[in-house]
């Protein structure tokens, strides 16, 4: 049985690279979500006009949690700086959490809470939406780090 998560934490390569190791992972997309337009391009969401995130659907299995994936991710990225990873500017840059459901949203809420609570001071900026239509971003964009080092 497998399952899916999507999140966004800054330009969708690393973020990608970093959850495609990860055991229990299967498969990782990168795409965008979360925004207005329909079949967006990476030219659109680099306009900032779209409101799309750009980030990575993670398909996994039992050999890992959701709350693992969720706790991972805060992990991998500063989830206190607004629509801002590194030197990367923009909403489509923004920390985010996209959930399926509501059991998915407890779990997220709850994370956020400890870490609030044990790591960020109560600054996490993170925001917590509904997974709405994901679209799949170009193909040089999929397992681009790994095409990098591979090429």
Not at 21 to 31: D, R
Not at 57 to 63: E, F, H, L, P, S
Request: net charge negative; proline share 3%; with cysteine.
């Amino acid at each position: 049985m497998t399952n899916t998560a999507i999140f966004a934490a800054g330009c969708f390569w690393g973020v990608e690279e970093k959850f495609r190791n990860l055991p229990g992972v299967i498969k990782t997309e990168v795409g965008y979500i979360g925004g207005i337009t329909k079949n967006p391009t990476y030219e659109d969401v680099c306009t900032g006009d779209t409101n799309h995130a750009e980030a990575v659907k993670v398909i996994y299995d039992n050999n890992i949690s959701y709350k693992e994936l969720v706790d991972f991710f805060f992990k991998i990225h500063n989830p206190t700086t607004p629509n801002q990873q590194g030197v990367d500017f923009g909403t489509q840059y923004r920390s985010a959490v996209f959930y399926s459901d509501e059991k998915q949203k407890n779990i997220i809420d709850e994370r956020i809470k400890y870490f609030n609570e044990n790591l960020y001071n109560n600054s996490i900026v993170t925001t917590i939406e509904l997974a709405t239509e994901f679209w799949i971003a170009e193909e040089y964009h999929q397992k681009y780090i790994l095409k990098k080092k591979t090429g």
